[in-house]
């Protein structure tokens, strides 16, 4: 993205984050069989590390990572559609705030596109993974 691209990061903890944060619900909400998360919105932000983006006032989504049963750093995330250029900036961003694998599972083609060009690598069905 060009210089002229501003992409803002909020967190459940930050007065900011309270602005978006019902237009990020019902954007969750609305997509969440997709996602293939069952938990409801409130427990993703309380039990995850949930970053919500957005540019000069406009939501672009949300991206949250987590822990599985095993101990494995997973992501997930969710975001309005037609915004994939700024998915990939807000995913790049996002994964240099970790060290080590993390692993994502792609339930569509978009989806799938995009971990592709953050660095991802397909390991099995529809999971990715990626060193960092």
Same mark, same amino acid.
């Given at each position: 993205?060009g210089?002229d ?5 909020w967190i459940p903890?930050q ?7 019902d237009?990020?619900?019902m954007l969750?909400?609305?997509?969440q069989?997709k996602?293939?998360?069952?938990n409801?919105? +409130?427990?993703?932000i309380?039990?995850t590390f ?5 540019? @000069?006032? &406009?939501? /672009?989504?949300?991206?949250? =990572?987590f822990e599985?049963?095993d ?6 995330g969710?975001?309005?559609?037609k915004m994939?250029k700024?998915?990939?900036e ?5 994964l240099n705030?970790f060290r080590g694998?993390?692993?994502a +599972?792609a339930?569509?083609r978009a989806?799938?596109l995009c971990l592709?060009?953050? @660095?991802? &690598?397909? /390991?099995?069905d529809?999971? =990715?993974?990626?060193?960092l």
């Open positions: 993205m210089d691209c501003n992409i803002n990061v903890l007065k900011e984050f309270l602005l978006f944060k237009e990020c619900k969750y909400e609305s997509v069989d996602i293939c998360d069952t409801s919105f +409130e427990f993703i309380a039990n949930f970053y919500l983006f957005e540019t @000069g006032g &406009k939501l /672009i989504g949300g991206i949250y =990572y599985d049963k101990g494995e750093l997973y992501l997930n969710f975001a309005k559609r994939h700024l998915c990939i807000c995913l790049k961003m996002s705030w694998r993390v692993y +599972e339930q569509n989806s799938a592709l060009r953050c @660095g991802f &690598k397909k /390991i099995k529809n999971i =990715y993974s990626v060193e």
